[in-house]
């Protein structure tokens, strides 16, 4: 298995401009999550999807920050519009679920919004 | 969800030391995990301890998990220098029905050649 594959691997992108993560998770995992990581936050949990159903997205930011899983095998994190606050690391993990199993993250999307 | 906080925030050793970190929780968990992250990478699972368990061994990693003290701790023993990089605990809250898992800030290791 390619493991968790994210793209793009790094975005730059222009304040107020939309701007599109996407993660594959690894096949057969059932619960996907997106982190955003900072030197200022850590790491921190934007949504959680169990059965590409969201089961929690309190830490979505605002309103600017949206997410869909349409099937098992992929998602999407969109920030629109993008602001210079919002640069960041953002990682997608899968995992099996269940309280034996670790998380299998990606490599991450670089994003910086000038 | 609880946030698990790692120690030292960050360790500098020569190779071929022993390398301790230790993580704090306030709350029940099911489980406890570590993570390695390298500069530039997402997080590599590298244990999990569940909370019946003690002592958890994998090749030169050591975990160990007090629950009474709410407090686990890592170490690697002969270190190398490729175990530079980032160590991050996570805690999974019981009887929720979800397993989130939320991370500390993490402990920055570097080992020496």
Redesign the interface.
């Known amino acids: 298995d390619a493991g968790?594959i994210q793209s793009p691997r790094h975005e730059v992108t222009e304040m107020g401009q939309e701007v599109t993560l996407r993660c594959k998770p690894i096949s057969g995992h059932n619960?996907l999550?997106w982190?955003r990581q900072t030197m200022m936050r850590?790491?921190e949990?934007l949504i959680?999807f169990?059965n590409n159903v969201p089961?929690?997205d309190s830490g979505m930011p605002e309103d600017r920050f949206s997410a869909k899983m349409p099937n098992a095998s992929f998602s999407t994190l969109k920030i629109q519009p993008s602001e210079p606050r919002d640069s960041a690391v953002y990682?997608c993990?899968s995992?099996l679920?269940?309280?034996?199993?670790?998380?299998?993250?990606?490599?991450?999307t670089r994003l910086t919004v000038v | 969800?609880q946030q698990g906080e790692e120690d030292p925030q960050a360790l500098s050793i020569q190779e071929g030391e022993n390398a301790t970190m230790n993580c704090s929780y306030k709350t029940s968990i099911?489980?406890l995990?570590w993570?390695r992250q390298n500069s530039g990478?997402?997080?590599?699972?590298l244990i999990?301890i569940?909370s019946n368990e003690r002592e958890k061994h994998s090749g030169r990693l050591r975990v160990t998990l007090d629950t009474s003290k709410k407090s686990s701790s890592l170490l690697i023993t002969a270190s190398r220098a490729a175990d530079t990089a980032s160590y991050?605990c996570?805690t999974?809250p019981?009887g929720v029905g979800?397993?989130?898992?939320?991370?500390?800030?993490?402990t920055s290791l570097i080992v020496h050649p």
Request: overall charge neutral.
């Open positions: 968790v619960s999550f982190y850590g790491l949990l959680y169990n089961i929690d990682f993990a995992s679920g269940g309280a034996d199993y670790g998380y299998t993250f990606g490599s991450g | 969800s099911n489980n995990q993570y990478r997402g997080l590599v699972h999990l569940r991050f996570a999974d019981p979800s397993y989130i898992p939320t991370f500390g800030r993490g």
